[in-house]
């Protein structure tokens, strides 16, 4: 979206309250990021309430961890290179991205993934409705 740095506002942690919803101030955390607080506390935030990125779209750090397609692998060795997902039929666990509201600001990137029984139903872990334009 036009950044170089960590986040959609270049890495500034002091502002992450204005992009994602984290474990911040808000929360009771001994973890939590203290330069900051969006007042969501321990909880999902309505969609659109985090200001959007370069490309328009909101909400993109934190939240909920994002599931996507992907089997999940402890390494890409094998994985397909043209961006479609790496699926197969022993697959046992999926992959969530991008961290969530009880996660401190390092965590909360689309590159760190996580992999999770397909069965799970927790409240920081969801997906993202997207369409074509």
Known sequence: AGTSGRFSNNGAETELCGIANHADQSTSYSWKNAACSDGVGERTAPVGRYNANGFGLHDMHGNVWEWV????KDSYAGAPTDGTA???QSCSGRVGRG???LNV???LRSAL???YSPTIRIDFIGFRVARTL
């Not at 397609?69 to 999940?72: A, H, K, L, R, T």
Request: charged share 25%; proline share 6%; net charge neutral.
């Open 69 to 72: 397609e992907d089997c999940y």
């Open 86 to 88: 790496f699926v197969n």
């Open 99 to 101: 961290g969530s509201w």
């Open 105 to 107: 600001p390092r965590i």
């Open 113 to 115: 993934r996580g992999g």
